[in-house]
């Protein structure tokens, strides 16, 4: 079984400041890793993937995530936030194993505030 | 044309009701997902299929049905809908690899 924490449901950044979204996995396998964005009233917009090659990801937007196997973290950050960032943020895995057919398991969202 | 296409995008229905939520794609997936979610909750999973022959429940499939028509098609069903079941709903597609899930825009449904 599989499942992600997503560390703060709310998290308020001032803009330009850095952000930083936690997400903590856990996964008997070795897992695939995503981020996706959801602006109000709109879908899932994917940010960034980890699929076993790079551990250091880069997205869209300028968000990037370092997936770490010690931790089982896949935090998402942005150096410089922007009010254009403001959105609900999903964590989520799935197993590679089996070319994750299963699906996706999803935390339960971080919503990003930006402050001007 | 959209690659993962929900109709419909909003719907109000009564409590009782039975109602068809559709999905269509264009990507030529075969695997396809259905999620609710809620706030707070994030995105749960429904029901997945592998092909028109394989169906799986999800997580938090009472209540629910499916139908898997063809490769491109994936329909869930609400036989009596209960006002517990409002909330957004998204359907997904994947490729072999697990690396690219689409979604669709989702169906706002509300249950009254």
């Known amino acids: 079984a599989q499942s992600v924490t997503q560390l703060g449901s709310h998290v308020s950044v001032s803009e330009g400041a850095l952000v930083l979204l936690r997400c903590n996995y856990s996964?008997?396998?070795?897992?695939?890793l995503f981020w996706y964005v959801q602006y109000p009233n709109q879908g899932l917009q994917l940010l960034l993937k980890?699929?076993?090659?790079?551990?250091l990801v880069k997205g869209i937007n300028g968000f990037e995530a370092e997936f770490k196997k010690s931790e089982t973290s896949f935090h998402l950050t942005k150096p410089s936030a922007h009010m254009s960032d403001a959105a609900e943020y999903f964590c989520?895995?799935?197993?590679?194993?089996?070319?994750?057919?299963?699906?996706?398991?999803f935390g339960k969202g971080t919503h990003l505030i930006i402050q001007p | 044309d959209a690659d993962v296409t929900q109709t419909p995008r909003n719907r109000i229905t009564k409590t009782g009701k039975r109602i068809m939520l559709e999905c269509s794609q264009t990507?030529?997936?075969?695997?396809m997902y259905w999620y609710r979610q809620d706030p707070g909750l994030g995105l749960r999973l429904i029901y997945y299929?592998?092909?028109?022959?394989?169906?799986n429940k999800g997580e938090i499939s009472d209540g629910y049905s499916v139908s898997r028509q063809a490769q491109a098609k994936f329909s869930l069903s609400l036989e009596s809908a209960i006002p517990n079941q409002t909330a957004l709903y998204f359907c997904?597609?994947?490729?072999f690899g697990g690396g690219g899930y689409t979604f669709g825009s989702g169906t706002r449904l509300t249950v009254v």
């Open positions: 997904a597609t994947s490729d």
């Open positions: 996964s008997s396998v070795p897992p695939y």
């Open positions: 980890y699929t076993s090659a790079a551990t």
């Open positions: 989520a895995v799935t197993s590679n194993s089996g070319g994750g057919a299963d699906g996706l398991t």
């Open positions: 990507k030529g997936h075969d695997r």
């Open positions: 299929s592998f092909d028109v022959k394989d169906i």
